[in-house]
């Protein structure tokens, strides 16, 4: 598969996030990005500097200051407690972006990670606005979608629509196959809702993951939604039938490409 402006993805075969056989220079965007990511974060910490990412960051002030800027600027103010786990996930969305801005080319890729962040911003704030009390008890408001968090669950997706059925060895000694990857970062991030319940940042990677693989589809979104809707189609067909069967006693017969029949 051929990407425009990119390089060829890979469908088949095993592959690696981050792949060591791609060699070169790291985009000096992708190392720009890591350094706002980590000078924002570091920020916080320091009462001088702490207003820096609390203004940038997605929050209240977006309706009750309209600081509509917040919509676009969240996802390079990095977020998390000083511990290691903050270094990993930059890791992690350094391996996957890089090959991600490979395929795409940069152009594309920035237009995607921009444009999906937005709109996962404004799905989260409407969550927010029309459910107050649901999102009211999760303390540090869209924690689950601030900064990297949110940009690691764009390029999962985008991971997992691009290359296909490649098998990735993540960490270099995990095989998963790249379709999964859209839903272990949904598993994750509800898993991670359980604890903040944060059901904003909740909606906001849900947002994200299915807008950002949807997009990046083969043929784009129309036919790739088109695909979804007649899977849905089918699953509910399947199951309206074999609740007939078992409830009716009907037998469904295979009635070739005009479709199943009932007797």
Do not use: C, K, N
Not at 78 to 94: K, M, Q, S, T, Y
Not at 98 to 110: K, M, N, S, T
Not at 114 to 128: E, N, P
Not at 216 to 221: H, P
């Amino acid at each position: 598969m051929m990407t425009a402006g990119g390089t060829p993805v890979p469908r088949r075969g095993v592959q690696m996030a981050g792949d060591t056989r791609w060699r070169g220079r790291p985009p000096l965007d992708l190392l720009v990005l890591l350094g706002v990511l980590f000078g924002t974060f570091a920020a916080q910490f320091f009462a001088a500097t702490a207003w820096i990412p609390s203004s940038l960051r997605l929050g209240p002030a977006v309706w009750e200051s309209w600081a509509l800027w917040q919509l676009g600027t969240y996802p390079l103010v990095g977020f998390g407690a000083p511990d290691f786990w903050f270094v990993i996930e930059l890791v992690i969305l350094f391996f996957f972006a890089r090959d991600v801005r490979r395929w795409l080319g940069a152009r594309r890729f920035w237009l995607v990670s921009i444009g999906v962040a937005v709109a996962s911003a404004v799905a989260a704030v409407a969550t927010t606005l029309l459910w107050p009390g649901a999102v009211a008890a999760a303390g540090v408001p869209f924690q689950l979608m601030q900064g990297q968090r949110l940009l690691m669950a764009v390029m999962l997706a985008a991971y997992g629509a691009l290359a296909g059925d490649a098998t990735i060895l993540l960490f270099f000694v995990m095989p998963v196959r790249a379709r999964f990857f859209p839903a272990i970062g949904l598993v994750l991030a509800f898993v991670a809702f359980l604890a903040s319940r944060d059901l904003a940042g909740l909606v906001g990677i849900v947002v994200a993951t299915g807008l950002a693989w949807t997009v990046l589809q083969r043929g784009g979104a129309g036919p790739a939604l088109r695909r979804l809707w007649l899977r849905v189609q089918r699953r509910w067909t399947e199951w309206r039938l074999a609740r007939l069967r078992r409830r009716r006693g009907f037998r469904v017969l295979d009635g070739g490409r005009s479709g199943p029949t009932i007797h």
